[in-house]
């Protein structure tokens, strides 16, 4: 294949997908080196020491929790569902672009997923492990989980509701962790042979072999790693679409104003997306810099993860707009009455709008070539995104229940100092346990992307296979 | 095949006029023996034939409009499958102008169909917290909006391909960006346009049941009618030039796995419905799926489920029949009967209807049939008119190049 298949200059012309000048050699250099050196870059200690202390701020927050019970956080009736599952929600949002980039992306042929990928789905894999703490924690009494959450024969015949999407939850979560660790390892593995051939240190080549599980990158084994992966991202696939749609099941099913709503599913799936490539911008790009990746992680990438979230935080958009139309064509009293509190007269009415302004406003700036290719002005987006999606989450849940049927019901919500610091504890996890990841393995897939460099294409296309 | 100006030329200018006439007649014959029934059917049973008449307006009305949209997407998008399915597409949108004459008897005999429109309905105090949206004259607004945007969206795409065919000029430039730039912001008013549509022209049948995801299903549901009757007609075309020369089996094992898809997400959205109505049980919302479980309709949701769903899921996983046109075909026939079983499902069994007995009734395939005949008619001399294959867009070689592989 000689150049781009479009014509010079133009505007369809995709970016490159890696830098000018790369051979197979330079690409496992800089890779592993990220690795595999004893200079680790100053902003990755500063990062990290941000993200443990928050992290300490959560322990010291659970433990407490353990000694006093939920009371101390802001949760009560009738706002009885808060920020557990609001962060839940959110969490488990942020691991879906992990699963659409390693899984949907392979299937659909797209090469950009390639430098995105691993740290993508290890992205999702913290994600899950953050969102998983709420539903252990959120009744203060973690050590009787096992039995709300999981379905067995236990001395008081007491049983999980099967009808409830609560029990769904368990399932589909616990698969979509498993499913994605599965995923992720198995990338891993060709670069973990890699690490184990380049490192120098014997206990780090015990370390990384051990990892390759005797990848020695014969015919046979590429055969079946091709095999087992496409298998894994067909059996992905339906994931991305199924852990939300449950999730957003927990709140639809139940016939409060404001949760009841079909359009759901496919809107709480667009949303997971939204935020999840949010994340993964809010990731690359400093990661990027930190690294000195841009010959890898290109503007490319960069556009068309602005091109996705642009696309889905439409359909997002869509979904607010149905809501509030239908709450008000429903003709029904406290739909109209929820979709007034909610947009107007309603003490969190401004977390309404500032959710507009997060997910809606800001980001329709990536209708512009020129916006999407400036990382400074994408990085505010997705930061904007982060924050509007959470928001999203707070209203759906806070502004639906602090109204109950009955006036003499209604009361404030107000999270208290242990809310905030659990929160932003899993934050202080999400950051520290990427950063270590980023630390100790292939941020960027080695193997595949050696399939991008230019040797790559000569030989492919002499042998006239691809 | 080396690809010059000479071969482009050629590609345009071959065109089975012959074959396309010969369907064209059958079509019209079609046409006119369902116009009869029609005729008989409007004698016979008088209001209960626009239910009938609406059913089929809606089916064959979101044929082109599902057409527009596959259109706008291949704009964004690209590819080979959209570069051979192109022309069908915007032969199908062409149908509009028909659509908007065949929507006049619909607004005539609003008052049958549309309860909320009859005098006195405001006596029903969910109708009266309704009539800022539900009122004639802004219904008759909306709907004069709905087929300007459309019909504004379809000339230009239309236009500029057809500026294609006649400049010489292959290269890419700003010719060629205009379809994009129309079609990005004309797809996300095409989604508003389909949501209200469904809301105004068939929720409304029943004013007090609403549900938030309907604007989503039509859209899934005209996609998939859209594509099914795409790669219908591919089936057809691919046996003389030049559809014969240019379509692979990559474009229409790539066109089948889009229907492939649009089968899953129509079930999705389905069932995410059906699942959140059938837990909440809230009386206003519970009577949707009552009255289609309930006498006639309690088989043919299954017929519904199984034919636009299980059937076609279970084909589509095979690769050889998404590969062979031939073979896709029958795939794709089914989901077009399908998907009008399913607007009949949607739209008959609304309460309020004038009808004793079962509400289903055989002036519903005769109306289907008659209108549908007539726009295929209309549809045939459409794709006639210009050439089959967009062999002038400066992408047209590059994306069938890719279906070497």
């Given at each position: 294949m000689e150049g781009s298949q479009y014509p010079k200059g133009d505007f369809r012309e995709p970016l490159p997908l890696i830098g000018p000048g790369h051979s197979f050699r330079s690409i496992t250099d800089k890779l592993t080196s990220v690795v595999l050196t004893k200079h680790t870059p100053k902003a990755w200690f500063a990062t990290v020491a941000v993200g443990f202390l928050l992290f300490n701020g959560f322990l010291i927050a659970v433990t407490y929790l353990l000694f006093k019970g939920i009371g101390i956080w802001g949760t009560n009736i009738p706002v009885g569902w808060a920020f557990p599952i609001i962060n839940f929600v959110w969490w488990i949002g942020i691991g879906h672009a992990g699963t659409l980039i390693s899984a949907i992306l392979l299937l659909f042929k797209q090469d950009w997923r390639t430098s995105i990928n691993r740290f993508a789905e290890a992205m999702t894999l913290f994600a899950v492990m953050c969102a998983a703490i709420f539903p252990v924690i959120h009744t203060g009494r973690p050590w009787l989980a096992a039995y709300w959450l999981f379905p067995y024969p236990n001395a008081m015949t007491i049983w999980p509701n099967f009808r409830s999407p609560l029990i769904w939850d368990v399932f589909a979560v616990s698969t979509y962790g498993l499913v994605s660790a599965l995923f992720w390892y198995i990338g891993l593995v060709p670069d973990m042979a890699t690490f184990r051939d380049t490192a120098k240190h014997p206990l780090l080549k015990k370390f990384y072999g051990v990892l390759s599980l005797g990848w020695r990158g014969s015919a046979r084994h590429w055969a079946r790693y091709e095999h087992a992966y496409l298998l894994l991202a067909g059996l992905s696939t339906p994931l991305v679409l199924s852990v939300h749609t449950v999730v957003s099941f927990d709140f639809a099913v139940g016939i409060v104003p404001g949760w009841h709503a079909t359009i759901f599913p496919p809107y709480f799936v667009a949303g997971a997306i939204y935020d999840g490539f949010a994340m993964v911008l809010t990731l690359a790009i400093p990661l990027r810099k930190m690294y000195h990746l841009e010959d890898f992680i290109t503007m490319r990438h960069i556009e068309n993860m602005a091109k996705v979230m642009l696309a889905t935080g439409l359909v997002c958009i869509y979904g607010y707009a149905c809501e509030a139309f239908f709450g008000w064509y429903s003709g029904n009293e406290y739909e109209r009455f929820l979709v007034a509190n909610r947009t107007y007269f309603g003490p969190y009415a401004w977390s309404y709008w500032v959710l507009i302004l997060c997910n809606f406003l800001v980001p329709?700036?990536?209708?512009?070539k020129r916006m999407r290719r400036n990382v400074w002005a994408l990085f505010t987006a997705a930061m904007f995104v982060n924050v509007g999606m959470w928001l999203e989450r707070f209203v759906i849940i806070v502004t639906s229940l602090?109204?109950?049927?009955?006036?003499?019901s209604w009361e404030m919500y107000r999270p208290t100092i242990w809310d905030f610091s659990t929160f932003f504890g899993t934050v202080g996890l999400f950051v520290t346990l990427m950063f270590v990841f980023v630390r100790v393995l292939p941020m960027i897939s080695v193997f595949e992307m050696r399939t991008l460099a230019p040797d790559a294409r000569v030989k492919s296309s002499e042998g006239g296979a691809h | 095949m080396t690809f010059d100006e000479q071969t482009a030329t050629n590609l345009l200018g071959a065109r089975p006029v012959q074959e396309i006439a010969r369907a064209r007649s059958r079509s019209l014959l079609l046409g006119v023996v369902g116009l009869v029934f029609c005729g008989i059917g409007l004698a016979v049973k008088g209001q209960t034939f626009w239910q009938s008449y609406l059913i089929a307006f809606y089916f064959w009305n979101g044929l082109t409009i599902g057409s527009m949209a596959v259109l706008m997407v291949h704009h964004l998008s690209g590819g080979g499958w959209g570069m051979v399915a192109r022309r069908i597409w915007e032969a199908a949108t062409r149908t509009l102008p028909l659509n908007a004459v065949l929507f006049l008897p619909i607004w005539m005999a609003r008052t049958t169909l549309y309860p909320w429109m009859r005098p006195g309905a405001t006596s029903d105090p969910v109708i009266a917290a309704k009539t800022l949206y539900l009122n004639v004259p802004f219904f008759t607004l909306r709907a004069v909006a709905y087929f300007a945007i459309w019909g504004t969206i379809i000339y230009f795409l239309n236009k500029w391909s057809r500026e294609q065919d006649e400049n010489p000029p292959m290269l890419p430039g700003p010719q060629d960006r205009r379809f994009r730039l129309l079609s990005g912001p004309c797809l996300v008013v095409y989604v508003l346009t389909i949501t209200f549509m469904s809301v105004d022209w068939v929720m409304s049948l029943d004013p007090h049941w609403y549900s938030t995801i309907y604007g989503i299903i039509t859209l899934g549901g005209q996609g998939l009618s859209a594509l099914a009757f795409t790669i219908l007609v591919l089936s057809f075309l691919a046996k003389f030039p030049p559809m014969s020369e240019v379509l692979g089996a990559d474009q229409i094992h790539d066109l089948a796995k889009l229907m492939f898809a649009f089968v899953m997400l129509w079930a999705y959205f389905q069932v995410s419905q059906l699942i959140i109505v059938w837990s909440g049980n809230l009386p206003e919302e519970i009577p949707f799926y009552l009255e289609r479980l309930q006498g006639i309709w309690a088989p043919i949701s299954i017929v519904v489920l199984l034919c636009e769903f299980v059937l076609p899921f279970l084909l589509l996983l095979s690769r050889s029949l998404k590969r062979n046109p031939q073979r896709v075909k029958w795939v794709a026939l089914l989901l077009l009967v399908a998907r009008a079983i399913d607007v009949t499902w949607m739209i008959a069994p609304a309460p309020d209807f004038h009808r004793t007995g079962s509400t289903l009734s055989w002036v519903d395939f005769a109306v289907l049939i008659g209108m549908g005949g007539i726009w295929l008619t209309y549809f045939w001399s459409n794709l006639a008119g210009r050439a089959l294959v967009p062999a002038k867009d400066p992408y047209f070689k590059e994306a069938l190049a890719h279906g070497g592989h």
């Open positions: 329709q700036m990536m209708w512009s602090h109204r109950d049927f009955l006036p003499s | -």
